[in-house]
C-alpha cells in the first residue's frame, strides 16, 4: 500500500499519513489468532521521521525498523502485532478506543501528545486495557516541557532513554503483565 493510499484498521478510516502495517509475514495467523494473543503498537506525531530527525536524540533507525524488531519482540513473546502511525490526535484517540474489542494490550509512543493530550489520556483510561508507554529517548533528561507525561498515571508502565531497545523492553514488560492476568486452569 502507498502512504496515499487509504487503509482500514479497527472499523475506522486511517487519514493519508497514517499507515497501518498488519504483520504481512503471518498476516493469515493473525487475522485468526483471539484477540487475547495481539499487540498493537502506536506510534504518534513525527515519528514517522525516524532516521532523519535528530540522530542525537532518536538514533539513527527507522520507524520500519521500529515496526521490525518491535513484531519480532512481539512473537518471542508469543503475540501477533499491528503497527499504527499517525501525526493526528484524534485518529490515536479513535484507534485507542477501538483497540479493546480486539487487542489484549497497547505499546505506545506518543510523541509529543505525550505532554499535553488529556484527550489521549481519557482515551487510554477508557480503554481499560494495558498501555505501555515509550519513548525512545529520556524524557527525564530532555527540555523541561518534555519532561512531564500526562498520559503516565494512565499507563501500565513507562520504558524511555533506550532508543529503539525501549520498543523491545516494552513489549517484554508488557507480556509480562498481561501473563499475570491470564488464569490458569
Given at each position: 500500500m502507498q502512504d496515499?493510499?487509504?487503509d482500514w484498521t479497527c472499523g475506522l478510516r486511517a487519514a493519508s499519513t497514517a499507515v497501518?502495517?498488519?504483520?504481512?509475514?503471518?498476516?493469515?495467523?493473525?487475522?485468526?489468532?483471539p484477540f487475547a494473543l495481539r499487540?498493537?503498537?502506536?506510534?504518534?506525531?513525527?515519528?514517522?521521521?525516524?532516521?532523519?530527525?535528530?540522530?542525537?536524540?532518536?538514533?539513527?533507525?527507522?520507524?520500519?525498523?521500529?515496526?521490525?524488531?518491535?513484531?519480532?519482540?512481539?512473537?518471542?513473546?508469543?503475540?501477533a502485532l499491528d503497527c499504527f502511525q499517525s501525526n493526528h490526535e484524534g485518529e490515536l484517540v479513535d484507534l485507542i478506543?477501538?483497540?479493546?474489542?480486539?487487542?489484549?494490550?497497547?505499546?505506545?509512543?506518543?510523541?509529543?501528545?505525550?505532554?499535553?493530550?488529556?484527550?489521549?489520556?481519557?482515551?487510554?483510561?477508557?480503554?481499560?486495557?494495558?498501555?505501555?508507554?515509550?519513548?525512545?529517548?529520556d524524557i527525564a533528561m530532555r527540555e523541561p516541557f518534555r519532561q512531564h507525561s500526562v498520559i503516565h498515571p494512565v499507563c501500565a508502565g513507562q520504558v524511555k532513554g533506550l532508543g529503539l531497545q525501549s520498543y523491545v523492553v516494552g513489549v517484554k514488560e508488557l507480556a509480562a503483565i498481561l501473563e499475570k492476568g491470564r488464569i490458569i486452569p
Open positions: 496515499h493510499e487509504m497501518f502495517r498488519p504483520d504481512d509475514s503471518a498476516a493469515e495467523l493473525a487475522q485468526d489468532m499487540l498493537l503498537l502506536v506510534n504518534g506525531p513525527n515519528l514517522n521521521l525516524l532516521g532523519r530527525r535528530d540522530p542525537t536524540q532518536y538514533g539513527t533507525f527507522t520507524l520500519a525498523d521500529v515496526e521490525s524488531r518491535t513484531r519480532e519482540a512481539a512473537h518471542e513473546a508469543g503475540y478506543q477501538a483497540s479493546s474489542a480486539r487487542y489484549a494490550g497497547i505499546l505506545l509512543n506518543a510523541g509529543a501528545l505525550t505532554h499535553y493530550s488529556y484527550a489521549l489520556r481519557d482515551a487510554i483510561d477508557a480503554c481499560r486495557l494495558p498501555v505501555m508507554e515509550i519513548h525512545i529517548s
